[in-house]
């Protein structure tokens, strides 16, 4: 049953009609667990809050598979402006984006101008910049515009998922770069081709990842809710002298607040996913997949509006 309810979310989650309907009509009811608000100074305000607590974030401008110029410089702008909302705000946060939302999925030339824009105005206001991780049909496009702009902008981070076979060679091929990684299980619909089916692959070959991007020397940000990797990378890090200040754990804007507090209060960097704007649809839908209980969450949303 659970699998089942995880294969109609990710059905849902990039489903075009469902997600025009939401856009329009449904953040009040059923996005704001999940979603800082549908406005960037509601966002601003979200981070300001978790700022409060000793929690550092990472903002997401919402949205994915943009097929049209206009909204993909559109989109472009909303980072920008992200990003001097951040600085002007004196925000601890990083920004987070999907490059489909910048024009991927149009052409090179496109996504390459919109990302420099991006870019140069967060090397011009100190804002560390992440390129999220898509599916796997995009994951080789995405690496190779990581590595042409790591070399022309220091504050530039991407995203490796363990649930990929390619994922271990993709972290050798990166680590000329000294790169700040974020570490994460994977998010999409994969075939069995390309991601391991099974749960415990996947999380063996998690550790095995962060293991080795620690002992490569680099900044890592293991991005996960799981005790049990989380309890690996204390353990790890003791085990291997690894400073607090090599790495950072991340978890999702609205998921185990009170984990999120406690390893503040341990003294490890906790940095939160904080996603805002309209475009909220597939992101949530994501959520649900990964758990199912989540859907509780949500209907008690819409009762207390
Ligand atoms: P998983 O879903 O495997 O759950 C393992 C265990 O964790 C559960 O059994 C439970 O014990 C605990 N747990 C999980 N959720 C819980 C909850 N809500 N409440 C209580 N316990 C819970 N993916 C991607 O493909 N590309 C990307 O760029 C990103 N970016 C990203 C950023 C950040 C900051 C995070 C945290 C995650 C991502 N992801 C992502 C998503 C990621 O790939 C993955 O789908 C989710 O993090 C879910 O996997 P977990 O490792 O959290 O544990």
Redesign the pocket.
């Known amino acids: 049953m659970e699998k089942l309810m995880r294969k109609f979310f990710l059905f849902l989650s990039n489903n075009k009609f469902f997600t025009k309907i939401a856009k329009k009509y449904g953040f009040k009811m059923f996005a704001s667990r999940f979603v800082a608000g549908e406005t960037i100074e509601e966002a601003a305000e979200a981070i300001r809050e978790l700022n409060k607590k000793g929690l550092v974030v990472?903002l997401d401008h919402l949205g994915e598979f943009v097929n049209d110029e206009k909204e993909a410089r559109e989109r472009t702008e909303q980072c920008i402006k992200a990003i001097r909302v951040i600085d002007e705000g004196n925000l601890e946060s990083q920004l987070?984006l999907k490059m489909t939302s910048m024009g991927l999925d149009i052409s090179r030339e496109l996504v390459m101008e919109n990302m420099r824009k991006i870019l140069d105005a967060g090397q011009k206001h100190g804002v560390f910049v992440t390129i999220?991780?898509?599916d796997h049909a995009r994951c080789e496009m995405t690496i190779e515009i990581f590595e042409e702009l790591k070399q022309e902008y220091e504050g530039l981070g991407t995203?490796l998922?363990s649930y990929l076979y390619r994922t271990v060679d993709d972290l050798e091929r990166l680590d000329k770069y000294d790169p700040n990684l974020?570490l994460?299980?994977?998010?999409?619909k994969e075939s069995p081709e390309v991601a391991y089916p099974d749960?415990k692959d996947v999380?063996e070959n998690?550790k095995n990842i962060i293991k080795i991007h620690l002992q490569n020397g680099n900044y890592t940000a293991v991005?996960?809710?799981?005790?049990?990797?989380i309890d690996f990378t204390k353990e790890f890090v003791k085990e291997h002298d690894i400073s607090n200040d090599q790495f950072e754990f991340?978890?999702?804007y609205g998921?185990?607040n009170e984990l999120q507090e406690k390893l503040v209060k341990e003294g490890y960097t906790m940095?939160v996913?904080v996603p805002y704007g309209n475009d909220w649809f597939g992101y949530n839908m994501?959520r649900l997949a990964?758990?199912p209980?989540?859907v509780w969450f949500v209907l008690k949303g819409i009762f207390k509006k």
């Open positions: 990472t987070s999220d991780m898509e995203v998922q974020r994460v299980k994977g998010a999409y749960k999380d998690f991005a996960t809710h799981d005790d049990t990797m991340q978890m999702l998921i185990r940095r996913y994501r990964e758990r209980a989540n």
